[in-house]
T-cell receptor, first 116, second 111 residues
Framework: DTGVSQDPRHKITKRGQNVTFRCDPI?????LYWYRQTLGQGPEFLTY????????KSRLLSDRFSAERPKGSFSTLEIQRTEQGDSAMYLC??????????????FGPGTRLTVL | GESVGLHLPTLSVQEGDNSIINCAYS??????FIWYKQESGKGPQFIID?????DKRQGQRVTVLLNKTVKHLSLQIAATQPGDSAVYFC??????????FGSGTRLQVQP
């Protein structure tokens, strides 16, 4: 399967614990996005990278959230000191941005986080 | 799998009928539009896209219509099948940055 993959698919943690999620984008894609989705809502943008550069992070929900893409390939999203309100589906998407091209984003299956 | 969109507007159609799902957007600078299909417990799946310099684009059994005057987007599915049952989201892009998603619509196809 050459699509976007995410790991783990499900994570249950206790309040106050740190969690880290991984995303592997489509291999030739230079852009990688993180979104969060709660029940009944569309995905909400968090942050994105072009290659290894994080181009926008102002939409991260708090300073407890951070993301990295150290080598411009896979990315990790970390949530520190989790709270029950962090329970959601965390989605990763990737796209190939070229001159004049559209921003067609392909999504992974998501990581479902439950904070007890 | 977990349900997506427990309280979303629902469109119920008979198998074989055509479906039309509508979406409104507010940012007149939006220049790229995508329709996604999301099944329970899965990530959004790309269906079809359209750029702002077009008003219609067709795919296999799907057509997207864009009316920039009233900031309205629609997805038409021809000969709807049970496998089309899902939540459908429109999404907008401005300047090739992150997507903004509209509110979803649940499509239920009755056999």
């Amino acid at each position: 399967d050459t699509g976007v993959s995410q790991d783990p698919r499900h994570k249950i943690t206790k309040r106050g614990q740190n969690v880290t999620f991984r995303c592997d984008p489509i291999s030739e894609h230079n852009r990688l996005y993180w979104y969060r989705q709660t029940l009944g809502q569309g995905p909400e943008f968090l942050t994105y990278f072009q290659n290894e550069a994080q181009l926008e992070k102002s939409r991260l929900l708090s300073d407890r959230f951070s993301a990295e893409r150290p080598k411009g390939s896979f990315s990790t999203l970390e949530i520190q000191r989790t709270e029950q309100g962090d329970s959601a589906m965390y989605l990763c998407a990737s796209s190939l941005i070229t001159a004049g091209g559209a921003n067609e984003q392909f999504f992974g299956p998501g990581t479902r986080l439950t904070v007890l | 799998g977990e349900s997506v969109g427990l309280h979303l507007p629902t469109l119920s159609v008979q198998e074989g009928d055509n479906s039309i799902i509508n979406c409104a957007y507010s940012n007149s600078a939006s220049d790229y539009f995508i329709w996604y299909k999301q099944e329970s417990g899965k990530g959004p799946q790309f269906i079809i896209d359209i750029r702002s310099n077009m008003d219609k684009r067709q795919g296999q059994r799907v057509t997207v219509l864009l009316n920039k005057t009233v900031k309205h987007l629609s997805l038409q599915i021809a000969a709807t099948q049970p496998g089309d049952s899902a939540v459908y989201f429109c999404a907008f892009n401005t300047g090739r940055r992150a997507l903004t998603f509209g509110s979803g619509t649940r499509l239920q196809v009755q056999p």
